[in-house]
């Protein structure tokens, strides 16, 4: 991305610091900014038969943002929480500037694109190993390709995010 391109995309962004436990996107609230992660750590989570089932975790470097904001009213989406899982900085701006931006520089465009290329590949990963893996395979994917998770995120999270009961998780970590 061009020098220029990059101050102005930068020009555009907010700082936010919020503190563990706060919750950044509430499902009763429209939020219309994406958030870009320089400190700290978050969780998505939706309540499935009473109990929170984490979707996905954002970390440094990573977008936070609600995805029916994002990509228009999206069916399953509607009681998406997203909450801090340690005190965080993060970076803001509206999804409609950002989307300018992507109409008038198309290198932030082609960037956004990489973006959500990974995401996608990510996504189908989950569901490859969701469906075909046992829970000690899944569980050994994740020690292996996000081992940071397991020193700063509560287990019965990860093991909701693994799409197994805390007591499996435990047994699997002796």
């Not at 082609?110 to 569980?139: D, T």
Request: glycine letters at 4%; hydrophobic letters at 40%; one cysteine or more.
């Amino acid at each position: 991305m061009s020098h220029a391109t990059e101050q102005e995309f930068v020009s555009c962004l907010q700082c936010v610091t919020l503190p563990k436990k706060a919750i950044l996107i509430d499902p009763g609230i429209k939020n219309h900014n994406i958030y870009f992660v320089e400190k700290g750590i978050a969780r998505a989570y939706n309540i499935v038969d009473g109990k929170e089932v984490t979707s996905w975790f954002s970390k440094e470097g990573d977008l936070l943002y609600s995805t029916n904001s994002f990509h228009g009213k999206v069916d399953g989406y509607e009681n998406e929480t997203v909450q801090m899982l340690e005190d965080a900085t993060l970076y803001y701006m509206p999804i409609s500037r950002l989307e300018e931006l992507c109409a008038t520089h198309v290198e932030i465009a082609n960037w956004m694109r990489l973006i959500h290329q990974r995401a996608f590949v990510e996504i189908e990963r989950r569901l490859i190993y969701r469906l075909y893996m046992s829970a000690e395979e899944r569980y050994n994917d994740l020690m292996t390709n996000h081992a940071y998770l397991f020193q700063r995120v509560n287990l019965g999270y990860i093991a909701s995010y693994l799409g197994m009961s805390h007591v499996t998780l435990c047994a699997l970590r002796k």
